[in-house]
């Protein structure tokens, strides 16, 4: 009997207008291509050439793919997360990249910057010659970045920044950092945000090794020590910590599709894998309780789907709330996650092997259901929506 894929089942094609369709399609048509057949090496490797990736993605449009001018595509929120689960599907760490070089640190610089630092920066990094990072987690404060120490005092007309970022996604390879960093500005204390160029005296960046996850990334600790920069370096128009927390709102919208893609791809290669392994003289996909498990797996995809492009259609008619985005990020890692294990479980000593995808995504997961906001504090935000209280002390 015929066979369907399963967002198929759903229709999801048909809810696409044909621009977000061609993306989409462009886009893993190239993936297949020039990415696909690398990543598992370089996860194993823990070496990924993030430089020529960058490049290869400028030349895509990827980078900023949905902020409009300054070289940037300027495409629908709804492609760019179509992108995002395109990059997904190959690997978590290469969607990584190009959500922190385009939704964060571009962002910052596009929403929050100077006239002056966008023409600097922007063209650059949507082209991919300049590598952006995002410095928010100290080593003491992830959940509660409000906490952070990392400091930047006035030295004349100058600013002196000193502390430490740790798990910054891309650190040691970024040409510019984006850093947060409290402030003793004249019109009182506050968390500000400044454009650090990593060649500064003062700015060192450390690789973390032996990341059991997201190995297709690197990640690295930030190091200020007395970083002086001009007055010219803060970010203008981000005052508190409401600056970075719409960055990462940006950012975590690609996770809403991305996750997904991680989780359709396992499901794909679970599928075909089923109909090929013969056991007890049939196929895998023939037992009951395997098509019970494809048919849930299915079932939240889709479900998990159809809910990020209705967060899409909400994004690009700019009526888009930070709750919404913190129902999809829950959302989308936890099934996600729960999709790759259940995947693996199909594929016996096989789901061990990096021959095939589905541990690397489930690891890669673990990663995703922590950064931009862990599933926990997803919830409290979702509570504190529905009763009005905040429970995070
Ligand atoms: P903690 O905050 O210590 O959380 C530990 C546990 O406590 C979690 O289960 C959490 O849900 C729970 N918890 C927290 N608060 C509460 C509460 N109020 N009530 C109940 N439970 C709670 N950061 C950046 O700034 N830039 C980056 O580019 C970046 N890239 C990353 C890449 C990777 C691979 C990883 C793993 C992390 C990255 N991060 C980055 C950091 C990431 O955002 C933080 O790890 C995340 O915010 C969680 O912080 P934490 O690790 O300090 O965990």
């Known amino acids: 009997s015929p066979v369907q894929h399963p967002l198929d089942l759903f229709g999801i094609d048909g809810l696409l207008s044909d621009e977000d369709r061609g993306i989409r399609d462009t886009v893993r048509a190239r993936l297949d291509k020039d990415v696909r057949p690398h990543v598992a090496q370089w996860f194993e490797d823990a070496q990924v050439p993030v430089r020529e990736l960058a490049r290869q993605f400028g030349e895509m449009g990827l980078l900023g793919m949905h902020l409009e001018g300054y070289g940037c595509a300027g495409t629908s929120a709804t492609a760019y997360g179509l992108a995002c689960a395109e990059l997904e599907a ?16 571009m962002f910052a610089i596009w929403r929050f910057g100077s006239e002056e630092q966008k023409q600097e920066w922007l063209p650059r990094m949507a082209a991919g010659e300049a590598i952006g990072c995002f410095g928010l987690t100290e080593p003491d404060f992830g959940s509660n970045p409000a906490g952070m120490r990392t400091r930047a005092r006035r030295d004349g007309d100058d600013w002196v920044l000193d502390g430490s970022k740790m798990w910054i996604t891309n650190g040691s390879v970024a040409d510019v950092a984006i850093v947060w960093a409290r402030s003793d500005d004249s019109d009182g204390a506050t968390i500000r945000g400044f454009v650090v160029p990593t060649d500064s005296a003062g700015f060192s960046a450390n690789e973390i090794r032996g990341k059991l996850s997201l190995r297709a990334s690197v990640t ?4 200020l020590d007395g970083v002086r920069l001009p007055a010219d370096a803060m970010l203008p128009e981000a005052r508190g910590l409401s600056g970075p927390l719409s960055c990462l709102s940006e950012a975590r919208f690609g996770i809403i599709f991305g996750a997904l893609g991680a989780a359709r791809d396992c499901l794909e290669t679970t599928i075909a894998y089923t109909q090929g392994r013969e056991i007890f003289d049939k196929p895998l996909a023939a037992y009951q309780i395997t098509q019970t498990k494809l048919a849930d797996m299915t079932l939240e995809l889709g479900k998990g789907m159809l809910l990020a492009l209705h967060l899409g259609r909400l994004k690009d008619a700019g009526d888009l709330a930070p709750d919404q985005v913190s129902l999809g990020k829950l959302n989308s890692c936890r099934e996600a996650i729960a999709i790759a294990r259940e995947c693996r479980t199909l594929l016996g000593a096989n789901g061990i092997s990096g021959e095939y995808p589905v541990l690397r995504h489930a690891n890669n997961l673990e990663s995703v259901l922590t950064y931009e906001g862990t599933s926990e504090v997803h919830q409290l935000v979702i509570g504190q929506a529905l009763t009005g209280v905040p429970a995070f002390r």
Do not use: F, P, T, W
């Not at 190959?90 to 640190?105: E, F, H, K």
């Not at 690295?220 to 190091?223: G, H, I, P, Q, R």
């Open 220 to 223: 690295s600790e930030l190091v």
């Open 90 to 105: 190959v690997d978590s760490g290469i969607r990584s990249l190009v959500s922190v070089q385009g939704s964060l640190a």
